[in-house]
């Protein structure tokens, strides 16, 4: 059994459908005001518990658990807080990883992110770099997986909310140059990478860059994204001193469009190495245009199946109705 901290976030909830698909059993850790509606919660074990909790944790990796994922963190999503960011992301995955060698679990995988470096001042990244030092000096049969820029469908994550605005806005606004460097990765790329750390010995006590195959700048990540949805839109470039005021200002909101990290992170080129990981465990991630297409024919037959599952629950009696145009409003 696989135990899943995070779970019902962006990655931990596509990881924990990914690998009960492949047979595998899962326990997810999880809140109890979690949102759990991205998991396949009658194949997967709850379990309810906190980073803070250092109680929960203990039972949260009781046998038979040897593998723990560690996707939970607070992000650079929401409004920027230091003191939750690093009982979070620090203090947390020092309780989880006492709650684990208490325990005798077995691996322990570590997501962080190409964030946490010494460069880069942000909170998030500054947190996750303390944390992964924890993992590092913890004693335990480790691996630390950094990310790049993840992507996938639903609608949780960094990515839903930057294709939500792209959506909605007259105009693309690009914070800064738009020219720094990012590898972005498929959301199942990283699932399977996943996987195939688990079972490899060789990635024990590793550290590996993740990205997708395609190095490109954030503004042709922008532009790829607007093409994969089929649209055209005028780019506008924001300097970044702009930015930071503008992120100031946004930081009394619980859910800003943008965060100061988020700006921070901008100064950040994420040209990540992925060599090690394809010659240690055969990492092989999709084109950033297939994986993109992808995305957004699952993020369609998610809304089909929504709409038929609303339809089946109505009280009302069904009608036969012929749409024409089938376009983006059909």
């Known amino acids: 059994?696989?135990?899943?901290?995070?779970?019902?976030?962006?990655?931990?909830?596509?990881?924990?459908?990914?690998?009960?698909?492949?047979?595998?059993?899962?326990?997810?850790?999880?809140?109890?005001?979690?949102?759990?509606?991205?998991?396949?919660?009658?194949?997967?074990?709850?379990?309810?518990?906190?980073?803070?909790?250092?109680?929960?944790?203990?039972?949260?990796?009781?046998?038979?658990?040897?593998?723990?994922?560690?996707?939970?963190?607070?992000?650079?999503?929401?409004?920027?807080?230091?003191?939750?960011?690093?009982?979070?992301?620090?203090?947390?995955?020092?309780h989880l990883l006492e709650a684990c060698r208490e325990q005798g679990v077995e691996r322990f995988i570590m997501i962080s992110t190409q964030s946490a470096n010494e460069q880069n001042p942000s909170t998030y990244g500054q947190t996750k770099l303390a944390a992964d030092l924890l993992v590092q000096q913890s004693g335990l049969a480790y691996t630390v997986l950094k990310p790049s820029t993840i992507y996938g469908p639903g609608s949780k994550g960094l990515f839903a909310k930057l294709a939500r605005l792209l959506d909605t806005l007259p105009v693309v606004p690009v914070l800064g140059p738009g020219t720094q460097l990012i590898r972005p990765i498929y959301v199942f790329d990283l699932c399977e990478a996943i996987l195939r750390c688990e079972s490899s010995p060789e990635t024990v006590g590793r550290t590996y860059d993740l990205g997708g195959r395609d190095l490109v700048s954030y503004e042709d990540f922008l532009r790829l994204i607007l093409q994969a949805r089929g649209k055209k839109k005028?780019?506008?470039?924001?300097?970044?001193?702009?930015?930071?005021?503008?992120?100031?200002?946004?930081?009394?909101?619980?859910?800003?469009?943008?965060?100061?990290?988020?700006?921070?992170?901008?100064?950040?080129?994420?040209?990540?190495?992925?060599?090690?990981?394809?010659?240690?465990?055969?990492?092989?991630?999709?084109?950033?245009?297939?994986?993109?297409?992808?995305?957004?024919?699952a993020a369609a037959q998610e809304t089909i199946a929504q709409a038929r599952k609303a339809v089946r629950g109505a009280k009302e009696p069904r009608q036969k109705v012929a749409i024409v145009g089938l376009g983006k409003m059909g």
Do not use: W
Request: proline share 7%.
């Open 234 to 297: 005028f780019f506008v470039h924001i300097p970044l001193p702009v930015c930071y005021l503008l992120a100031a200002t946004f930081s009394v909101l619980k859910n800003p469009p943008f965060t100061r990290d988020n700006v921070l992170g901008l100064n950040q080129n994420q040209v990540c190495d992925i060599t090690p990981a394809r010659t240690d465990f055969g990492f092989n991630p999709v084109g950033l245009r297939e994986g993109l297409v992808q995305t957004f024919a």
């Open 1 to 94: 059994m696989i135990l899943i901290t995070g779970a019902s976030g962006f990655l931990g909830s596509h990881l924990s459908n990914y690998l009960v698909a492949k047979g595998r059993r899962v326990r997810c850790l999880v809140r109890p005001t979690s949102d759990l509606s991205a998991l396949d919660v009658k194949r997967v074990e709850i379990c309810y518990g906190d980073l803070r909790d250092p109680a929960s944790l203990r039972a949260a990796v009781a046998p038979p658990v040897p593998c723990v994922v560690h996707c939970a963190a607070t992000t650079s999503e929401t409004r920027v807080d230091y003191a939750q960011s690093f009982q979070t992301n620090v203090e947390g995955t020092r």
